[in-house]
Nanobody, 114 residues
Framework: QVQFVESGGGLVQAGGSLRLSCAASGIIFSINDMGWFRQAPGQRRESVAH???????TYADSVKGRFTISRDNAKNVVYLQMNSLKPEDTAVYYC????????WGQGTQVTVSS
């Protein structure tokens, strides 16, 4: 069955960094366009960044220049390096295919204090 396990979240001060990881199983990872998403309390889940199977990357305007998405097809892992974090980045972060076709994992909480 399809499973995503996100990790790497935590509490960090504004301006700090975190690196999130998402381990995927049950899918042919290398052919999937993958994405990171986040959901803040009371808000809709939004796309943060995605990376195609060929390595083309797109970022939400709110994170451009601060976040970097990458993937390791040998390990079935997608990463999100987050630098210069802001309080408005506080959310639960999830990974999924770019088109959100698989069941969601539990996510990883990122909290940025001011």
């Amino acid at each position: 069955q399809v499973q995503f396990v996100e990790s790497g979240g935590g509490l960090v001060q504004a301006g700090g960094s975190l690196r999130l990881s998402c381990a995927a199983s049950g899918i042919i990872f290398s052919i999937n366009d993958m994405g990171w998403f986040r959901q803040a309390p009371g808000q809709r889940r939004e796309s943060v960044a995605h990376i195609t199977s060929g390595g083309t990357i797109t970022y939400a305007d709110s994170v451009k220049g601060r976040f970097t998405i990458s993937r390791d097809n040998a390990k079935n892992v997608v990463y999100l390096q987050m630098n210069s974090l802001k309080p408005e980045d506080t959310a639960v972060y999830y990974c999924n295919s770019r088109y959100r076709v698989y069941p969601w994992g539990q996510g990883t909480q990122v909290t940025v204090s001011s």
